[in-house]
Nanobody, 121 residues
C-alpha cells in the first residue's frame, strides 16, 4: 500500500518555474516506479513523466521534454517534478502515481489527490 500527497502547485506566469513534490508513505517506495500525469479541464488525464524505481531511467511526454525534469529521493520517499519555461497549456491538475514503469495510466496502481498548476499568459 502506498499513499501519495502532492504539493507545490500554484499560479504562475508564462516562463516561470515550479517544483512539484510528491511524498509517499509506506516502506515500498524504492520498489515502485513513479509517474506524473496531468488533467486539464475537459480533457483526458495524460502522461507527463516517469522515473524508474532506481532512477536509472526516465520518460517524458514530447510536450514537456526539455522543460520538465523528474527526479526522486528514495531516502525521503519523495518524487519531484521540476517545471521550467511554463506555458499556459501546462495548466492542469497534476497527479503523482506509483506503479510499474511506463507511460500508461494502467501501469499505476496508486494515485495522489492532485495539485493545481495554473499558468497565466
Amino acid at each position: 500500500q502506498v499513499q501519495l500527497v502532492e504539493s507545490g502547485g500554484g499560479l504562475v506566469q508564462a516562463g516561470d518555474s515550479l517544483r512539484l513534490s510528491c511524498a509517499a508513505s509506506g516502506r515500498t517506495f524504492s520498489s515502485v516506479a513513479m509517474g506524473w500525469f496531468r488533467q486539464a479541464p475537459g480533457k483526458e488525464r495524460e502522461f507527463v513523466a516517469a522515473i524508474h524505481r532506481n532512477a536509472y531511467s526516465t520518460l517524458y511526454a514530447d510536450s514537456v521534454k526539455g522543460r520538465f525534469t523528474i527526479s526522486r529521493d528514495n531516502t525521503k520517499n519523495t518524487v519531484y517534478l521540476e517545471m521550467n519555461s511554463l506555458k499556459p497549456e501546462d495548466t492542469a491538475v497534476y497527479y503523482c502515481a506509483a506503479g510499474v514503469y511506463g507511460l500508461a495510466k494502467a501501469n499505476y496502481n496508486y494515485w495522489g489527490q492532485g495539485t493545481q498548476v495554473t499558468v497565466s499568459s
